[in-house]
């Protein structure tokens, strides 16, 4: 099955500066990659995604990046805030079959920190 | 409109207890999803409805872990004598259905379970 890695599992970075979260994949048939942020206490909320026919996605200060020769996809955050503070999760889904949707295997998961 | 909600949010049982844990999904949301996430970790799948047919259970890590939808709507996540490995926060995701291509699953808060 799928199995995907996430790195690194802690980041500290100051207000203002970049932050990026690296993953990579095992399932060649992965085909949806989204990105949670967990605070303490709360549900997972999906704050981007990508699928495999794009190779890069911005949102404002988000943006995610997709390389399916390396299967490797990476979350970047520009201009980081405190508010950034929380747990982010990287998943893969394969592609769906016909009638059919698909679960999500997530990373392990990066405590990202941004101090004043 | 609302999101996803389940109940309760915490649940304390004694060893060897049967408890029941319920998810209501975004109203419309064809498809139902049911994930375990230990302390530090990422959520892990358990089950896969589409509507009333549960069509993965693939994760449920053992026999006293059972589901169902009986409507295709609300859905019950059943554990019968339970066990302290069963401690985990309980989440479940719906998300709307597109032929061949997975849609972002939105989350509930989770029940977070605690086996004494």
């Known amino acids: 099955g799928e199995n995907v890695e996430q790195h690194p599992s802690t980041l500290s970075v100051q207000e203002g500066d970049s932050a990026v979260i690296k993953c990579t994949y095992s399932?060649?048939?992965?085909?949806?990659f989204p990105w949670y942020k967990q605070e303490l206490g709360k549900r997972p909320q999906l704050i981007i995604d990508?699928?495999?026919?794009?190779g890069e996605k911005k949102d404002q200060r988000i943006a995610v990046t997709l390389n399916k020769t390396a299967k490797h996809f990476s979350l970047h955050i520009t201009e980081t805030q405190p508010e950034d503070s929380a747990v982010y999760f990287c998943?893969?889904?394969?592609?769906?079959?016909?009638?059919?949707?698909?679960?999500?295997?997530f990373g392990t998961g990066t405590r990202l920190q941004v101090t004043l | 409109g609302a999101g996803v909600s389940q109940s309760p949010r915490y649940k304390v049982a004694k060893r060897g207890q049967d408890v029941a844990l319920r998810c209501d999904p975004i109203?419309?949301?064809?498809?139902l999803f049911w994930y375990q996430q230990a302390l530090g970790q990422g959520p892990e799948f358990l089950t896969y409805?589409?509507?009333?047919?549960?069509?993965?259970k693939s994760g449920l890590p053992s026999d006293r872990f059972f589901a169902e939808r009986p409507e295709g709507s609300v859905s019950t996540l059943k554990i019968q004598r339970t066990q302290q490995e069963d401690s985990a926060v309980y989440l479940c995701?719906?998300?709307?259905?597109?032929?061949?291509?997975?849609?972002?699953?939105?989350f509930g808060d989770g029940t977070r379970l605690s086996i004494l």
């Open positions: 995701a719906s998300s709307p259905f597109r032929q061949r291509a997975n849609q972002p699953q939105h």
């Open positions: 399932d060649s048939a992965s085909n949806y």
């Open positions: 990508i699928r495999s026919n794009v």
């Open positions: 998943a893969a889904s394969i592609r769906t079959g016909a009638g059919t949707a698909s679960k999500l295997t």
């Open positions: 109203s419309g949301h064809v498809s």
């Open positions: 409805f589409q509507n009333e047919a549960q069509l993965d």
